[in-house]
Each structure stands twice: as structure tokens, then as C-alpha cells.
């Protein structure tokens, strides 16, 4: 049961991938704490998380399927941003980078009839409709905030709720 290769170095791509996301989500969330922003810093923290997360989901898949997982450097994530809304706008965009990631993966297993490949990444799919969706969510907020303090302090509270 050995995956082909060609499936095998994207997936080893997108471990890195999904490890640099957690990287940046750190990153904001460090960038936040330098802002006392605690809410949006937990909030980022767990971002965080989750992207680990992604990646060994994906790393257990590639040795269960009889891959070798070859792991590279990550590339280094930006530290400063200019407001909340530009930590925002740049989740977003990011979520919606990843997103294109997934499907290029998707189309590869579908190219090669990897089904087993195409069913395990519809989680994929699908949790990228959510990331995707909680990113612009928080943005449009932060939109009609106007970076206005005290409507920032409630968003950052209830974000600490996480």
C-alpha cells in the first residue's frame, strides 16, 4: 500500500505548510501579546494549535499509507503588522491560500485515482470551509469596529473565550 510519490512530496509539502501556519498563527499571537491584546493572542494561540495539529494528522496519514516523511525547513513568519485589522486581512488571506493548498492535493489524489487520499482529504476540505469562515467573521467585525478601543476590548474578551 505505498503512495505514490508524486502524492508523497506534496503531502510532505503540505506538512510544512501547515507547520509554517502554525509558525504565523504564533507569530500574531506574540505580536498581540506585545499589544496587550490577550483574547486576540489566545485566540492565535490556538490557530496554532490546530495547525499542528493539521500537520501530524497529515504526517500520521503519510506513514500509515507507507510514505516517509521528510520534514524541511519553515520559513520564517512575519513578527509586526500595523493594527488587529491587518492581522486579520492577513489571516483571511492566508486561509484562503490554504485552501487552494488543499485543492491542488485533492486534484493530485484525484489525478492519480488515490482514493483513499481523496477521502482523507475531504476533512481537509471541509475544515478549511470553517477556518476560512472564522477568519473573515472576525475581520468583518473588526471592519465595523474602526479599530475603536473599547469595541476592540469586547471583541478581545470574547475571543479570550475560545
Request: a negative charge; charged letters at 30%.
Amino acid at each position: 500500500m505505498v503512495i505514490k510519490e508524486k502524492i508523497r512530496e506534496a503531502i510532505n509539502r503540505q506538512i510544512n505548510r501547515e507547520f509554517y501556519s502554525a509558525y504565523l498563527y504564533l507569530s500574531m499571537s506574540a505580536y498581540f501579546e506585545s499589544i496587550n491584546r490577550k483574547g486576540f493572542s489566545h485566540w492565535m494561540r490556538m490557530q496554532a494549535k490546530e495547525e499542528t495539529e493539521h500537520a501530524m494528522k497529515l504526517y500520521d496519514y503519510l506513514i500509515e499509507k507507507g510514505g516517509r516523511v521528510i520534514l524541511s525547513e519553515i520559513e520564517s513568519p512575519l513578527s509586526e503588522w500595523k493594527s488587529p485589522l491587518t492581522v486579520f486581512e492577513h489571516t483571511y488571506e492566508h486561509e484562503k491560500k490554504v485552501t487552494e493548498m488543499i485543492n491542488d492535493l485533492m486534484e493530485l489524489a484525484k489525478s492519480k485515482n488515490d482514493y483513499s487520499t481523496e477521502v482523507f482529504l475531504q476533512w481537509f476540505v471541509n475544515e478549511q470551509v470553517e477556518e476560512e469562515a472564522s477568519a473573515e467573521e472576525i475581520l468583518q467585525k473588526i471592519k465595523l469596529m474602526k479599530d475603536t478601543p473599547g469595541r476592540l476590548s469586547m471583541l478581545d474578551r470574547q475571543l479570550g473565550e475560545r
